[in-house]
C-alpha cells in the first residue's frame, strides 16, 4: 500500500518537476478528496473544466470518488510521460491518490472562421480554415457527411508535437498512396512544424525543385471537392492550410471558381490562367532577347518606338529588364509585408511614380514598363501564391539566358524547365500527371473545364479503385 | 535534382560573366536599312561599270534632326558596298529589316540575277523583301526627301502595299520574283516607280525576259494584266467606248476575275492557247444613254466592256509575245500538257513568240448600285 | 520496374524521334534527288520503313517482349557479339551526335554567327545529360511535353497556301536529273530513329497495341513531311528548290504575324525540341549497348562519358558540307544495321526455337 502510494506521490513529483519553472500552469487542490488538479489555464474551456471536473468534485463525497472516476471523461493514465503529454495537449490531470486521470477540456482561444485572404473567389462559399485542427476538421466533416471520411491522426515534431491529420475517403482514395504518405510523415524528422506549406515541405520526393510538389489551399470547399477525387488531405495542427495528394502541376492553375461558374467560363478562366503562365515566364525573356539579339523580328510598325525608347536607356537589355524585375519584387514584397493601408500607398509609388520617373529619367524604356508590368499581372493570375512565387523566380534564370544567348538561350531555358519537369513525382506518380503519361480523359478538366455531366471519371493520377464518381 | 539546382546556379553565375557579346544587335545601336537600291555606274573617262549602291536607313533617337541617313558607295558588287556603307555610320548597319530593293531601269536591262542571289542568299533579309524597278536613277529616288511624305523608304512601301492591295500592280516579294526567275514556264515581273516633282508614282509594271527588263504594262492596262497573270480579288476597272458615236465610260468596281487556261495541240506541232478571263463587279459609274435598269441595256454594256476588254487584252498579250516575255506563265500550262522530253525539246521562249494565243473576256455586272 | 509506357507515348515518341532538322533540307534533296515531283518519294521511302518496322515485330512477336539483347546473348557468344555492339555504338552515337551538330550549325547561319559552335552545342549537351540520367520513363514523358510544344507547327503550312500553285508541281513523275539510291539513303536518314521501337520491346506493356502506335507514329511523321514537301513544291516550283538549301525555311521565314515577324527565327529554334528527341534516343539506345560491355559501370558515368565523347568528336565536323557528307554514309550503315539486327534476331530466334523442340 505504502509502495504504491508512493507511487502516486512519485508520479505528482514527476509531473510538478517537468513543468517546475512554467508559471502558467495551474495547481489546484482539494483537501478534503486529496485530490489536486494540474492544468493549463489557457488550453482548457472553463465551461468544460467546470461542468466535467469541478462540480462534480465538489458536489461528491470522499466515498463516492470511486464511482465518480468511473465516468467516461475520466480517463486513466499509466505513467508521468502520458500525463505530461496530457497537460500539455489540453487535458486537465487528476491526481487522487495512486491513480491519475485526465479529462479533456480543451478548449483554447481561436480566432474566428472567416475568408481566406490568399485564396478569395467571387462567388462560392467564404469559409476558411483556421488555425484550430477541431474547427478544420469540424468543417471538412460538415461538408462531407460520410463514414468513409477517415482520418488518421499522426504527431510530427520532436518538441511540437504537432498533430497532423491524414484524410481520405475509403474506397474512393488508393490504399498504397495512403499507407505511403502515412509513412513519410512518421520518417519525418524535426524539431517542429508550424504550417502546411512547411510540412509539405518535409514530405515530398525533390526538396531541392523551386516547384511546390504538394497543393495546399485554404479553402474548404476545394480540399473536400479534392477528397471526393479521390485525393488524401492533410491538416496540420496550427496551420489553415491543407495539403492533398497527389498533386499534379496543372491543378496549381486550377481555382474553385472554375466550378461555380458557367462551364464555358471555367474553361476561358482556365486557358487565361495557362496564357498568363506563359506570359509570365516568357514575356520579358523575350522583350530581352528580341532588343539584344532578333531585331529583325519587330514588326516595323513597333521598330521605330521601340528603338526610340531603348535609345535613351544607358544600359543593356538585360540590365534594364533586371532592374525593373528587381523593383517589382521589391514593391511587391514591401507591400506583402505592411498594413494593407500602407500597401496601397506602396502601389501608387512603385505603379505610379518609379514607373514613369524611370522611363523619364531614360532607365528603361516605356515598353519594358510594360513588359515587365504584365508579367507581373500575369504572375498574380495564378491562384495558387506559391506556385506564383516559383514562377516569378525561374523568370529570372530566363531573362538572364534571354540576355545572353536570345533565344536560343530562351528555348534552352523552357527545355531545361520541361526536362526538371518530367523528372518531378509526388507520391510516385507523375508530376505532369494528364500531359505525361497522358490521360485524355483527364484532359477534359485540366487546360478546360468540361460541363459536369461529362466529368464522370476521377482523375487518373489518384489510381482510385473506383474509377467513375457517384459511386 | 541536386545536381539540377547546383548546377543551374553555377551556370548562372558563368552566364552573368560570359555571353556571346560579339552576336549582340542591340536594337539602340543598330542602323536599319529599310531601303537598298542598285544602279550602274559610269565615270565619264571610263568604260568601265561600277555598282552604285544606296541604302536608306532611318535615324532613331539621334540628334540630328533628320529622319534618315542616306548613304552610297560605288563598288564592284552588292556585297563589297555592304562594307564600303557601313563603313560611313557610327551605328552597326544591318539588313534584317530591309523592305524594299529599288532597281535602276538601266542595270536592270543589264540583268537582275547577281542581286537577287545575294539578296535571297543573306538568311537575315526577309522573304517579303518589294522588287521595285525605278523609272530613271534609283539613288536618286531613294535620296530624295518629299516633304509631305513620310520618310522615302516607309513611303515606298506604303505605297506598293496598298496598290498591291487593290492589285493595280502584282505582289512581288523577292521570293515570288525569284522563283518566277527560276522557273521555265514563267517570266518575272515588278512594278515600276516613278518619281514626279514631289511625290512617287507607280509607271507600270516592268516585264523580265529572264532576269532582263524588256519592257513595261503602263498603269492603265495593269489590272488587266493582273487578271492575266491570275485569279482577281479586287481592283477597279475604267472603260470607255464608243456607242453610237457617243463615248460612253463604264466603271466596273468591286471586279473579281477568274482566269482559266486551256491548252490545245494542233496536230503540226503548234501550240494553241486558250485564256478564258471571267470578271465579275459592280458597276457605279456610267456616263451614257443606256438605263442601267434594264437587262437588255446591261447585257448590252456586259458585251460592250468584254469586247473592249478582249480587245486590251489581245494586244497585251501581243505586245507580250513579240518581246518574248512568258509573263503570265503560259509556259506552266503548256508544260504541264506535254511530256517532259517534248517540254525539254522545245525552246519555249521561241515556240512563246509564235504560239497561238487567244483570249476570250466574259463580264458579269453583278449589280448596279442603289440608284436607279 | 518503374510504370511501362503506353501506346499514346510510343506515337509521340516516334514523331519526335523522326522529325527533326532533316525537315528542313528534305523537300530540297526529294527535289534533288527523285527530280521533279520527288515528294512522291517519302511515300515510297515511308513504306520501306514501314517494311523493316515489320521486321522489328517479327521480332517482338517471335521473342515474346524478349530485350534484343537477351536474344542476341543467349546464343551468341560476347566475344562475338562485342565487335558489333562497338559498331553499332559507334554509328548510333555518331549520327546522333551529328544530327545535333548539324542543327547547331544551322542555327548559325541564322543568328550568333560569330559565336564559336562549341558553346551553343554546350547548351544542348547538357539538356541531353539531363534528360538521359532521367532514364527512359522521362525520357518518353519529356518527348511528350515537347511534342505539344511542338504540335501546332505542321499546321503552318496552311498559311502558305493562299501561294500555293498545283501548276507549278508540273505532272512529270521523277523527271530531271536523279539518283534514287542515294536520295532514298537521305530520306531514309531524316526519317531514322523508329528503330527506337525495337529497343523498347521491354519497356511496353504486352499485349498493348505497341507496334500499331509505331506504325501510326511513323505514319503521322511521314504525313507531316509530304505536306511540307507538297506545299514547297507548290509554293517554290522544282527548279527553285534545286536552288534552295533549306526550303522549310525559306517557307518559315515567309510567315508573319502582327506582333511579330521573321518568324523563322523563333520557329527553328522550336526544333531543338525534336532535335533533342532524336539525339536523347540514339544516346540511350548506345547506352544500353555500353551497358552490355561495361555491366558494372555506373549508368550516370556511362552516360557521361557518351556526351563528352561526342561533344568532342562533334567538333570536328565544322562545316556543313562536311557534315552532311559523313552524315551520308552514316546513314548508309544506320539503315543497313537497321536491317541486319532484326534479320539476325530472325535467325538466332529460329535457332533457338528448334533448340527448343529437339
Not at chain 3, 207 to 217: D, E, K, Q, T, Y
Not at chain 3, 319 to 326: C, G, I, Q
Request: hydrophobic residues 45%; aromatic residues 12%.
Amino acid at each position: 500500500m505504502n509502495f504504491f502510494r508512493s507511487s502516486g506521490k512519485n508520479r505528482f513529483n514527476e509531473v510538478q518537476k517537468a513543468f517546475e519553472k512554467c508559471e502558467d500552469i495551474v495547481y489546484r487542490t482539494f483537501p478534503q478528496l486529496d485530490i489536486t488538479l494540474i492544468y493549463f489555464d489557457h488550453l482548457v474551456e472553463k465551461l468544460d473544466l467546470d461542468r466535467d471536473v469541478i462540480r462534480p468534485l465538489n458536489q461528491v463525497t470522499k466515498n463516492d470518488l470511486q464511482g465518480l472516476f468511473k465516468q467516461s471523461q475520466f480517463e486513466r493514465t499509466q505513467n508521468a510521460a502520458e500525463t505530461i503529454e496530457s497537460i500539455l495537449n489540453g487535458k486537465v490531470a487528476v491526481f487522487h491518490g495512486d491513480d491519475t486521470y485526465v479529462v479533456n477540456a480543451y478548449g483554447p482561444a481561436s480566432r474566428a472562421v472567416v475568408e481566406s485572404e490568399t485564396e478569395s473567389v467571387i462567388t462560392g462559399p467564404h469559409d476558411a480554415f483556421t488555425e484550430n485542427l477541431n474547427t478544420n476538421l469540424a468543417l471538412i466533416r460538415r461538408r462531407v457527411k460520410s463514414s468513409k471520411l477517415k482520418t488518421i491522426k499522426l504527431s510530427v515534431g520532436e518538441i511540437t508535437k504537432t498533430s497532423v491529420y491524414i484524410c481520405y475517403i475509403e474506397g474512393i482514395a488508393n490504399d498504397g498512396l495512403v499507407q505511403e504518405l502515412i509513412k513519410r510523415v512518421k520518417n519525418i524528422e524535426t524539431d517542429g512544424i508550424f504550417e502546411g506549406n512547411m510540412f509539405v515541405q518535409f514530405i515530398d520526393e525533390h526538396p531541392h525543385s523551386v516547384f511546390p510538389q504538394f497543393i495546399t489551399s485554404e479553402r474548404t470547399d476545394v480540399i473536400a471537392s479534392k477528397l471526393i477525387a479521390g485525393k488524401i488531405a492533410g491538416l496540420v495542427e496550427g496551420s489553415p492550410s491543407a495539403f492533398t495528394a497527389p498533386t499534379n502541376f496543372f491543378e496549381f492553375f486550377s481555382s474553385p471558381d472554375d466550378y461555380y461558374q458557367r462551364w464555358m467560363l471555367g474553361t476561358a478562366l482556365r486557358l487565361l490562367r495557362f496564357i498568363a503562365f506563359i506570359i509570365t515566364i516568357t514575356f520579358t525573356a523575350f522583350y530581352v532577347s528580341v532588343t539584344t539579339f532578333h531585331y529583325e523580328m519587330i514588326p516595323q510598325a513597333l521598330l521605330l518606338n521601340l528603338a526610340e525608347s531603348r535609345s535613351k536607356v544607358p544600359f543593356p537589355p538585360l540590365y534594364e529588364a533586371l532592374l525593373m524585375e528587381l523593383t517589382i519584387e521589391l514593391l511587391r514584397e514591401a507591400g506583402a509585408r505592411l498594413p494593407s493601408k500602407i500597401g496601397q500607398t506602396i502601389g501608387i509609388v512603385g505603379g505610379i511614380v518609379i514607373g514613369q520617373a524611370a522611363v523619364q529619367a531614360g532607365l528603361t524604356s516605356n515598353i519594358l514598363i510594360i513588359a515587365v508590368a504584365s508579367s507581373a499581372i500575369a504572375s498574380f493570375v495564378i491562384p495558387s501564391y506559391i506556385m506564383s512565387a516559383s514562377i516569378r523566380l525561374i523568370r529570372f534564370g530566363l531573362i538572364v539566358l534571354a540576355g545572353n544567348f536570345g533565344n536560343w538561350g530562351l528555348m534552352f531555358g523552357i527545355a531545361l524547365i520541361v526536362i526538371h519537369l518530367c523528372g518531378l513525382t509526388n507520391l510516385g506518380t507523375s508530376y505532369l500527371t494528364p500531359v505525361a503519361p497522358m490521360n485524355a480523359n483527364d484532359w477534359k478538366d485540366t487546360f478546360v473545364r468540361f460541363p459536369f455531366s461529362l466529368l464522370v471519371k476521377r482523375p487518373s493520377q489518384v489510381k482510385t479503385p473506383n474509377k467513375r464518381r457517384m459511386k | 535534382m541536386c545536381g539540377v539546382l547546383r548546377f543551374a546556379c553555377l551556370f548562372m553565375a558563368l552566364l552573368l560573366l560570359c555571353g556571346c557579346s560579339a552576336d549582340k544587335r542591340q536594337l539602340e545601336n543598330l542602323g536599319f536599312t529599310n531601303s537598298i537600291s542598285y544602279d550602274l555606274y559610269t565615270e565619264e573617262d571610263n568604260e568601265e561599270r561600277k555598282l552604285l549602291v544606296t541604302t536608306s536607313v532611318p535615324n532613331i533617337g539621334t540628334k540630328t534632326g533628320k529622319q534618315r541617313e542616306v548613304l552610297t558607295a560605288v563598288t564592284q558588287s552588292s556585297k563589297q558596298a555592304w562594307v564600303k556603307l557601313s563603313r560611313q555610320t557610327g551605328r552597326i548597319l544591318v539588313n534584317g529589316q530591309l523592305r524594299n530593293a529599288l532597281f535602276g531601269m538601266e542595270l536592270a536591262a543589264e540583268g537582275l540575277m547577281p542581286h537577287i542571289d545575294t539578296l535571297v542568299r543573306d538568311p537575315s533579309i526577309g522573304q517579303r523583301v518589294n522588287i521595285i524597278i525605278v523609272d530613271g536613277k534609283a539613288s536618286e529616288l531613294l535620296k530624295k526627301d518629299f516633304p509631305d511624305e513620310p520618310p522615302t523608304g516607309q513611303y515606298i512601301y506604303d505605297l506598293l502595299e496598298k496598290e498591291e492591295k487593290h492589285n493595280s500592280i502584282p505582289d512581288i516579294a523577292i521570293y515570288s520574283f525569284a522563283r518566277d526567275l527560276m522557273d521555265e514556264g514563267i517570266d518575272p515581273v515588278a512594278p515600276i516607280i516613278k518619281m514626279n516633282k514631289d511625290h512617287l508614282m507607280i509607271d507600270g509594271i516592268a516585264l523580265f525576259g529572264d532576269d532582263r527588263y524588256r519592257t513595261k504594262v503602263s498603269f492603265k492596262d495593269a489590272l488587266i494584266f493582273a487578271g492575266l497573270r491570275g485569279d482577281l480579288n479586287q481592283g477597279e476597272l475604267n472603260v470607255d467606248f464608243k456607242d453610237a458615236n457617243e463615248i460612253e465610260s463604264v466603271t466596273l468596281s468591286s471586279v473579281i476575275g477568274r482566269r482559266m487556261v486551256k491548252v490545245k495541240r494542233v496536230q503540226n506541232g503548234e501550240i494553241k492557247v486558250l485564256l478564258g478571263l471571267h470578271f465579275k463587279g459592280s458597276v457605279l459609274e456610267y456616263i451614257g444613254s443606256r438605263e442601267l435598269n434594264d437587262t437588255k441595256d446591261i447585257a448590252f454594256l456586259e458585251g460592250q466592256l468584254s469586247d473592249y476588254l478582249q480587245d486590251e487584252a489581245m494586244k497585251l498579250i501581243r505586245h507580250m509575245q513579240t518581246n518574248q516575255v512568258d509573263s503570265l506563265g503560259i509556259g506552266q500550262h503548256v508544260r504541264n500538257s506535254m511530256r517532259y522530253k517534248e517540254w525539254n525539246s522545245l525552246d519555249w521562249k521561241e515556240a512563246y513568240a509564235g504560239a497561238d494565243i487567244e483570249c476570250s473576256v466574259k463580264v458579269t455586272i453583278i449589280n448596279t448600285g442603289k440608284f436607279q | 520496374m518503374r510504370e511501362k509506357i503506353n501506346p499514346y507515348h510510343i506515337f509521340m515518341l516516334m514523331y519526335m524521334v523522326q522529325s527533326g532538322v532533316g525537315l528542313f533540307s528534305l523537300p530540297r534533296i526529294t527535289a534533288e534527288y527523285f527530280g521533279t515531283n520527288g515528294w512522291l518519294a517519302v511515300l515510297v521511302v515511308s513504306f520501306i520503313v514501314c517494311l523493316n518496322i515489320a521486321l522489328f515485330y517479327i521480332v517482338y512477336r517471335m521473342g515474346k517482349g524478349r530485350s534484343v539483347f537477351d536474344i542476341m546473348e543467349s546464343s551468341v557468344s560476347k566475344f562475338v557479339l562485342f565487335p558489333l555492339y562497338a559498331f553499332v555504338i559507334f554509328v548510333i552515337s555518331l549520327t546522333g551526335c551529328l544530327l545535333g551538330k548539324q542543327y547547331i550549325l544551322m542555327f548559325q547561319m541564322i543568328s550568333f554567327q560569330t559565336t564559336p559552335p562549341y558553346i551553343l552545342k554546350l547548351f544542348f549537351e547538357i539538356l541531353l545529360y539531363f534528360l538521359l540520367i532521367k532514364g527512359i520513363y522521362n525520357i518518353v514523358k519529356a518527348s511528350t511535353v515537347f511534342f505539344y510544344l511542338t504540335s501546332w507547327m505542321p499546321f503552318l503550312m496552311l498559311y502558305h497556301l493562299g501561294e500555293f500553285e498545283w501548276q507549278r508541281l508540273t505532272p512529270f513523275l521523277f523527271q530531271g536529273e536523279t539518283s534514287m539510291i542515294q536520295g532514298i539513303i537521305q530520306i531514309m536518314g531524316s526519317l531514322l530513329g523508329y528503330e527506337v521501337s525495337l529497343y523498347l520491346i521491354p519497356y511496353v506493356e504486352r499485349n498493348s497495341p505497341f507496334f500499331r502506335a509505331v506504325v501510326l507514329g511513323s505514319l503521322y511523321t511521314s504525313l507531316v513531311y509530304l505536306v511540307v514537301c507538297i506545299v514547297s513544291f507548290g509554293f517554290f516550283g522544282f527548279t527553285m528548290l534545286l536552288h534552295l538549301n533549306f526550303p522549310l525555311f525559306d517557307l518559315f521565314a515567309f510567315i508573319e504575324l502582327p506582333f511579330v515577324e521573321r518568324f523563322e527565327n523563333l520557329l527553328f529554334i522550336f526544333f531543338i525540341f525534336k532535335v533533342l528527341i532524336t539525339t536523347i534516343i540514339s544516346f540511350w539506345i548506345v547506352q544500353l549497348y555500353l551497358g552490355r560491355i561495361f555491366t558494372k559501370a555506373h549508368p550516370k558515368l556511362l552516360i557521361f562519358m557518351i556526351v563528352l565523347a561526342t561533344y568532342i568528336v562533334s567538333n570536328f565536323a565544322d562545316t556543313l558540307t562536311k557534315l552532311s557528307r559523313w552524315l551520308h554514309y552514316l546513314f548508309a550503315m544506320h539503315i543497313s544495321l537497321n536491317f541486319l539486327i532484326p534479320i539476325v534476331l530472325i535467325i538466332l530466334l529460329n535457332i533457338q526455337k528448334r533448340q527448343e523442340v529437339t
